[in-house]
């Protein structure tokens, strides 16, 4: 198999999952259905894409702009005591030595991310980072996968994806694209599983193999 990049999820998949998303998720609700005067159906269980796709245009357009005033500072709080999970830098390093170009495709703020890469000390790995502010449809939705492949100058054959819930499947199989799902992050083994992931994995030391098959 080969693999000539690597795209990453952020919260979950390459940090531990620290930001308080039940907490946004509620706050994004009641003021989405303020402002649209509770037209909003969804329940806070959904992921926020399903949530916009609910939407009109012009709503659609209001409802990201309280998305970000509502999740980055939730995602700022989160960055400022981020932390990588286990053999998460080793792992970079080894695919970085295998020529292998790396990324992220994350639905939080370029801001965030930036200061999370920052403190984790992790920022000179990656040569594209693909975040909501380059993209109006998040994952689940595979459009922020598709351009974060664009931009790395692969095809989507030679990319595989890591992430740590079933969107982030769903998303990279949406366009082509090969799927690794790392447990320990937001959703279970057997949620993981229901999403037919190509490849299941419990550490980051398992690329290893599987970038060497």
């Given at each position: 198999m080969v693999i000539k990049a690597v795209i990453f999820d952020l919260d979950g998949t390459l940090l531990v999952?620290?930001?308080?998303?039940?907490?946004?998720?509620?706050?994004?609700?009641?003021?989405?259905?303020?402002?649209?005067?509770?037209?909003?159906?969804?329940?806070?269980?959904?992921?926020?894409?399903?949530?916009?796709?609910?939407?009109s245009e012009e709503d659609k357009i209001t409802a990201f702009k309280i998305l970000n005033e509502v999740f980055e500072p939730f995602e700022i709080m989160a960055a400022e005591v981020a932390e990588l999970r286990e053999d998460v830098k080793e792992t970079l390093e080894f695919l970085k030595g295998r020529d292998v170009k790396l990324a992220i495709a994350t639905n939080n703020s370029r801001k965030s991310v930036e200061l999370c890469l920052k403190n984790t000390m992790i920022e000179t790995y990656f040569d594209v980072i693909v975040t909501r502010d380059d993209v109006f449809d998040l994952k689940p939705n595979g459009k922020m996968i598709l351009k974060t492949v664009e931009k790395l100058g692969v095809k989507v054959e030679e990319v595989i994806h890591v992430g740590d819930t079933i969107y982030d499947?769903?998303?990279?199989?949406?366009?082509?694209?090969?799927?690794?799902?790392?447990?320990?992050?937001?959703?279970?083994?057997?949620?993981?599983?229901?999403?037919?992931?190509?490849?299941?994995?419990?550490?980051?030391?398992?690329?290893?193999?599987?970038?060497?098959l």
């Open positions: 999952h620290k930001l308080k998303l039940h907490e946004a998720k509620k706050e994004f609700l009641n003021r989405l259905r303020e402002r649209l005067q509770g037209s909003i159906e969804s329940s806070i269980d959904f992921p926020i894409a399903y949530i916009l796709n609910e939407l499947v769903i998303a990279a199989h949406e366009v082509g694209v090969r799927s690794i799902a790392i447990t320990g992050g937001a959703h279970s083994r057997e949620l993981l599983l229901s999403s037919n992931p190509d490849y299941l994995i419990n550490s980051f030391k398992e690329i290893f193999q599987i970038i060497n």
